[in-house]
């Protein structure tokens, strides 16, 4: 039963190619998050929302937006990807900041 | 300074060990997380907790709020706990992490 979904495990895109990275949950949570996982660094946070249309900046939200039109629906967006974007990226959701967080799988994106 | 510290960043043990994770933070905090991460990256929650300890088949979960740690046992260890163990604490702003604890078990 899969409650957070990520559109690709793995994704090979080019310096300079515009990125869609998609993030679908069904639990009806208001809260939203991207995060980017690199060794040695752990996850950092680049953007969340907490209601549709709304979105915040994270610890590292340069390079990136995101779009939040359905409440079901985070996107986050490469504008211009670059070789430093490489990385494992993960999506979160949660109903409440004090209850659980459900992860999707993660998205591997090299940037080539 | 992070914010959340785990201790160790790696460890091997070997089947049957007691294990026991660490994590400290410096933050006023209303929950802490543990999560485990295998290989592949998906991450699953283990435990959150803002209080006492907590039980789970081989795993426990403990927090000291005065002292400002919590740790993570594992009892009885088998290869298929091989993972990355991580502690994140939830406090004024969204889910800060610690870098993350690589345990392997080796049958």
């Known amino acids: 039963d899969v409650k957070v979904t990520q559109s690709s495990r793995y994704l090979v895109k080019r310096t300079g190619e515009k990125v869609f990275l998609e993030c679908v949950q069904d639990?009806?949570?208001?809260?939203m998050f991207w995060y980017r996982q690199d060794p040695g660094l752990g996850l950092r946070l680049i953007y969340f929302?907490?209601?549709?249309?709304?979105?915040e900046k994270g610890d590292i939200p340069e390079g990136y937006s995101v779009s939040r039109e359905k409440k079901e629906r985070f996107s986050l967006i490469l504008e211009s990807a670059s070789t430093n974007q490489t990385s494992m990226y993960l999506c979160?959701?949660?109903?409440?900041?004090?209850?659980?967080?459900?992860f999707g799988s993660g998205t591997r994106l090299t940037v080539v | 300074k992070n914010e959340v510290e785990q201790s160790p960043q790696n460890l091997t043990a070997q089947e049957g060990e007691f294990i026991t994770i660490n994590c400290s933070y410096s933050?006023?905090?209303?929950?802490l997380h543990w999560l485990q991460q295998h290989p592949g990256g998906g991450i699953v929650s283990l435990f959150m907790?803002?209080?006492g300890k907590k039980k789970h088949g081989r795993l426990i979960a403990t927090i000291n709020i005065q002292e400002k740690h919590s740790s993570l046992h594992i009892t009885a260890s088998h290869p298929r706990d091989s993972a990355v163990y991580i502690c994140?604490?939830?406090?004024?702003?969204?889910?800060?992490f610690g870098k993350g604890t690589r345990l392997s078990v080796i049958a």
């Open positions: 639990m009806d949570h208001e809260n």
């Open positions: 933050v006023g905090i209303s929950a």
């Open positions: 907790l803002s209080s």
């Open positions: 979160a959701s949660s109903g409440s900041e004090i209850y659980g967080y459900t």
């Open positions: 929302s907490y209601d549709v249309k709304m979105k």
């Open positions: 994140a604490v939830v406090g004024n702003t969204p889910l800060v």
